[in-house]
Each structure stands twice: as C-alpha cells, then as structure tokens.
C-alpha cells in the first residue's frame, strides 16, 4: 500500500516550457487535490477533483490546468510555466470531504 | 485569507507536554477543525479534528473551548521527532481547507 505518489519529486523548467506532475493513490479514494507551497507559507488549494472525470478550482487555479480520467491519478499541467509557479507541489487525497487527507512526498518545482 | 490564528513559534521540553494554541473565533457551527503537522519539508501528516467535543487519539488531544472559538493541540510527551510546523485549519464554505502559516514547534533536548 503506497499511499499517495508524486511523480517527479524534482524538475527545473524554463519560462514557457511545460510539464505534467502526476499523482497516484491506491487508497480508492473519491477526492484529489493539488495545492502548492511557497517558503514559510501555508499549502494554497490550486484545483481538486470530487470524483473520476471531474474537476473543480481552488484558492489559486490560473496558469494550471487538471485532468482525472482514472479515479486513482490526477494530473497537473502546467502549459507555459513562469518563475512565478516555482514552488513545491503536493497532492493529496482523502475518502471524502471532511475526512483526512493523505499526502504525497511533493514534487519541487524551479522555473528559472 | 487563514480563518485561523496560532503562534509563529514555541519550544518545549522534550518529555513534557506540549500544548499548541489556535484561535478560530470566525469559525461556524458546523465546521470542524483540522490539526496537521510538516515534518522538515515532507507532505504534511493529519494529526486529529473535532467539532465541539474534546478529542483524543493515539498521537495527540484535541481541547475545544465551549464557544468553539478556540482549540488547544495537545502532545502528551513531546518527542525529538515532533519536531515540525503545526497547522490549525478550518474549512471554507466550498469545504475547502484554509491553511494558514502554523506554528513552528521546537523539542529540546
């Protein structure tokens, strides 16, 4: 039972470029999530998803884009990255809406 | 914006308890609230949450105040390895966790 995986845990991007992050969990959970964190902050809730084909936006959605074609993956895209989105990125998820959430190791993200 | 407040910083013995505060005064009635704990810079870790009523499990006690609105986290005997940031959350009206800057505990020796 791996819980929650994030691939890949590093990656440096130029500005424009783009990346997928992916995030799998074998918990059969309904809700993913992707938040990022900035140095000394708090995780900010970037988009989530309430179940297989759905997608919603969070606190901060814009420049990222989410697909979840499989319930137990949830991809995050970035379609031309800024040094503003160098962060790191967790994904989480969770057996329903209120119930605890389960995180991934984070995926470290430089755009230089 | 963070609907909840806590210290930037504490320290605590190690084998003593550590007792974590967090105001909530905005929060609703029907909101819970959330504890997490950050270890270094890993995927943060679910700690305990309650509504109204106090709350123990095997890691921590969850101490609600009457009014709800505030909470104290409790580590019975805090460890070197409890050592983290320490995140009181509510959750929004789009049930969507709001996480502020937390608290950052030290463990000493």
């Known amino acids: 039972n791996a819980g929650v995986t994030q691939t890949p845990k590093f990656r440096v991007l130029k500005t424009g470029q783009s990346m997928t992050l992916l995030c799998a969990q074998d918990?059969?959970?309904?809700?993913m999530y992707w938040y990022r964190q900035d140095p000394g902050m708090g995780l900010r809730l970037i988009h989530y998803?309430?179940?297989?084909?759905?997608?919603a936006k969070g606190e901060v959605p814009d420049g990222y884009n989410v697909s979840r074609l499989k319930k137990q993956n949830f991809l995050l895209g970035l379609e031309s990255a800024a040094p503003s989105q160098t962060s790191v990125y967790f994904c989480?998820?969770?057996?329903?809406?209120?119930?605890?959430?389960?995180f991934g190791p984070g995926t470290r993200l430089t755009v230089t | 914006d963070a609907k909840t407040t806590q210290p930037p910083s504490m320290d605590c013995a190690e084998g003593r308890a550590a007792n974590l505060p967090c105001n909530h005064s905005?929060?609703?009635?029907?909101?819970?609230v959330y504890w997490y704990r950050q270890i270094h810079s890993q995927g943060p870790q679910y700690i305990i949450h309650?509504?109204?009523?106090?709350e123990t499990n095997e890691m921590a006690s969850l101490i609600i105040t009457e009014d709800r609105k505030s909470s104290t986290l409790i580590l019975p005997h805090a460890t070197l390895r409890d050592t983290a940031v320490y995140y009181c959350?509510?959750?929004?009206?789009?049930?969507?966790?709001?996480w502020g800057a937390g608290t950052k505990l030290i463990i000493k020796p």
């Open positions: 959350i509510d959750m929004d009206s789009n049930y969507q966790l709001i």
């Open positions: 918990m059969n959970h309904e809700y």
């Open positions: 998803s309430v179940g297989e084909g759905t997608t």
């Open positions: 905005t929060i609703s009635g029907n909101e819970y």
């Open positions: 309650g509504l109204k009523n106090n």
């Open positions: 989480a998820s969770s057996y329903s809406v209120d119930s605890e959430q389960y």
